[in-house]
């Protein structure tokens, strides 16, 4: 059974510093992974989504990358902004059939002005 | 990107009576789409998988009958919370699959519960 894990669980950063979020799967085996963020009480924002055979994907500020080999991700944030403050959930979908994801718990970010 | 509207965005209810959330893509059809509950500061927990003209998929500790769902059509999916209580206050958040889209998936904004 697939499991995901997300360290930290918590991160606070001073504005403009770089980050990285961690995200490692179980199975190696996965169909895409996909990194959401969300804000309190809202629902889930897709950031990026990264197929099996690829090994980054970039949109303006934020970069992820995936090793199937070692089940890992990470989500890198540069010059982070007091905006980027969220919880950043990363999710494995485990075949390519219509199946649901396998979240993590989720990093809670905080960037500092 | 592909938008998921859910409906409504929070209800109130008395303990005993039945509550419906909508879930609708607006741009693209869904065969398939998911129902998650999240309890404060948690992840999400699947609740169930919707699909287009069949019965629902429950996840295990789900009580279909206390929690129906309907996928009516490819872009409408509703969950109703039956005889709700105390308990089911949750927030409650659907995803659907943009099947054109490489397997992206999209959530709605989420529909807030609370039972009094």
């Known amino acids: 059974k697939q499991e995901v894990t997300q360290i930290p669980a918590a991160l606070s950063v001073p504005e403009g510093e770089n980050l990285v979020l961690n995200c490692s799967f179980t199975d190696s085996a996965i169909y895409n992974l996909q990194w959401f963020r969300q804000d309190p009480g809202k629902g889930l924002t897709s950031l990026l989504l990264?197929?099996?055979?690829?090994r980054e994907q970039t949109s303006g500020r934020l970069n992820a990358s995936l090793d199937k080999s070692s089940g890992r991700s990470t989500l890198y944030i540069a010059a982070s902004q007091p905006g980027d403050s969220a919880t950043y959930l990363c999710?494995?979908?485990?075949?390519?059939?219509?199946?649901?994801?396998?979240f993590g718990k989720g990093t809670r970010l905080s960037v500092i002005a | 990107g592909a938008v998921v509207s859910q409906h409504p965005s929070w209800v109130i209810c008395k303990s005993g009576t039945s509550v419906k959330i909508e879930c609708r893509s607006l741009d693209f059809q869904a065969t398939t789409m998911f129902w998650y509950r999240q309890f404060p500061k948690q992840s999400l927990m699947l609740m169930a998988t919707?699909?287009?003209?069949?019965?629902?998929?429950?996840e295990q500790g789900v009580e279909k009958d206390k929690f129906l769902i309907n996928h009516a059509s490819l872009t409408l999916s509703t969950l109703t919370v039956t005889s709700a209580h105390p308990e089911d206050s949750s927030f409650y958040i659907c995803?659907?699959?943009?099947?054109?889209?490489?397997?992206?998936?999209?959530f709605g904004e989420g529909s807030r519960l609370t039972v009094l």
């Open positions: 919707s699909n287009e003209g069949s019965k629902a998929t429950y």
């Open positions: 995803s659907a699959r943009d099947s054109s889209g490489g397997g992206e998936l999209f």
């Open positions: 990264i197929q099996s055979s690829q």
């Open positions: 999710a494995a979908q485990p075949n390519s059939g219509n199946t649901p994801l396998v």
